[in-house]
């Protein structure tokens, strides 16, 4: 008789034989094989370099502060906005998307591994302080944040409201860099500020997208609509709004559009191929319409000025914005850990991407330079292009070099030198001649 492990080893090899066979047969079984085994060498290095920790570093390794650290590192080197978030910070996530939090009022992103302030939230305390877009964190507290994660640099900025922080910034044109001591408080985000304008204009500032946002939006209309004067136009204003919930956007947009495509979403699962259509609702707002926009507006507001441009309902008022042009989904994890992860690209209804170029004013006109700034110095503003790991946009074009605005992109009215903010006055301009501004614009609506 033939020994055992002969006997095993002639199995193994008919064994082989016969998968191989299949596999000659099937070229696709092949390839998965092929596929499985890589996954499953990368897998065991993984598993390896965990091990070797655990049994040879220094110090004692708690197993799952690693993990997450791994897991961490893997999504961030995806793009700029995919992140793993531990279960604390998935916690703050969900009570921020409702509006309420405590800390200092910045939305911050990493550019080069420095992070960057891309604005202050309108009346907290890091806007009050005067911490202005571009800013880089370089210090918080006493402690340096060079390649500091931006969930670390959230956690450190938030805390009880009343306690101090202090950041350090940098400024271009500053000599050194500045220290900032604030005080946290609860950061309430008013989603939706309104006011009428010479009580003929509406007016509605959108500062993010949350889950009242919708609501309060429709509030807005209704009361501005309820005027004893009826509305000659109205101005969407989504200057400095970063975005936020992808549904909340839709529906602002859907108010005032009564049909067609509001934007589609494109990934790589069925899932994540969806489109977005207006319906015909109850109320009409078909009165002229300009959205005012810049480079902190990013994400759903910039859903909102690309599907309101390509309907031909408003009239765009700024300056180029953000280019974030892809969706995050949020997937809750087991351990109550969550994973914010890019999942797809979206296109306005002309199946434009706006992912690193952004939506392009019809109108272009700078905001107002602030007092403090030096002469003739422009404020830095972060865009998606600046980012690293970022995606490249399918039609994003460089920037020009000058400085000139294109001639068909200039504004047509006068504006004061000492005007507080310019693009809110164009966008008046634009409503008190929008008849005559309509005529020589074929892609704008007429005045109902």
């Not at 060498?41 to 708690?62: G, W």
């Not at 015909?280 to 759903?300: C, I």
């Not at 403090?372 to 995606?391: S, T, V, W």
Request: charge should be positive; charged fraction near 30%.
């Amino acid at each position: 008789m033939r020994p055992l492990k002969s006997k095993i080893a002639v199995l193994l090899l008919i064994s082989c034989c016969a998968v191989l066979c299949a596999l000659f047969i099937d070229g696709n079984k092949a390839d998965l094989l092929a596929t499985t085994y890589k996954n499953y060498e990368a897998l065991k290095v993984f598993s390896d370099v965990l091990t070797i920790i655990q049994k040879n570093y220094v110090d004692e390794i708690d197993l799952k502060n690693l993990v997450y650290n791994a897991i961490k590192g893997m999504v961030a080197n995806l793009d700029p906005h995919s992140s793993f978030m531990p279960p604390e910070t998935y916690r703050e996530l969900q009570v921020e998307t409702k509006g309420s939090f405590g800390g200092l009022g910045l939305e911050i992103t990493s550019k080069d591994g420095i992070l960057t302030v891309v604005t202050p939230i309108e009346d907290t305390p890091a806007d009050r302080a005067g911490i202005k877009p571009g800013d880089k964190i370089i210090k918080i507290e006493n402690e340096f944040t060079r390649d500091m994660s931006l969930m670390d640099a959230v956690k450190k900025m938030r805390g009880t409201p009343g306690t101090k922080v202090k950041i350090t910034i940098a400024r271009e044109g500053m000599k050194e860099p500045k220290e900032y001591p604030l005080a946290r408080a609860i950061i309430k985000i008013k989603s939706v500020k309104y006011k009428r304008i010479e009580d003929r204009y509406g007016y509605i500032r959108l500062t993010q997208f949350q889950e009242d946002t919708t609501r309060e939006f429709k509030r807005a209309l209704k009361d501005l609509d309820s005027g004893k004067q009826p509305l000659k136009g109205l101005i969407l204003d989504l200057r400095r709004d970063p975005g936020g919930l992808l549904d909340q956007a839709v529906n602002v947009s859907d108010e005032l559009l009564d049909s067609g495509l509001i934007v589609s979403t494109e990934g790589r699962i069925e899932s994540q191929q969806m489109k977005f259509y207006a319906k015909k609702g109850s109320e009409r707002h078909d009165y002229p319409l300009v959205v005012l926009v810049n480079a902190g507006s990013a994400s759903g507001s910039e859903i909102v000025a690309g599907a309101l441009q390509d309907h031909g309902r408003a009239v765009v008022v700024g300056t180029q914005t953000f280019g974030k042009g892809t969706v995050q989904t949020i997937i809750p994890l087991n351990d109550g850990s969550g994973l914010r992860l890019t999942t797809a690209k979206y296109y306005t209804p002309n199946h434009r991407s706006i992912q690193e170029k952004g939506v392009t004013p019809d109108i272009i006109v700078e905001d107002k330079v602030p007092v403090e700034a030096p002469a003739g110095e422009k404020p830095q503003y972060i865009r998606e292009k600046d980012l690293m790991n970022h995606f490249k946009g399918e039609a994003a074009k460089k920037e020009e070099k000058t400085s000139e605005v294109p001639a068909d992109k200039k504004s047509p009215f006068k504006i004061k030198p000492d005007s507080e903010d310019p693009p809110l006055d164009t966008a008046i301009q634009i409503l008190k001649n929008w008849e005559t501004f309509s005529k020589g614009n074929k892609n704008i609506q007429k005045a109902p």
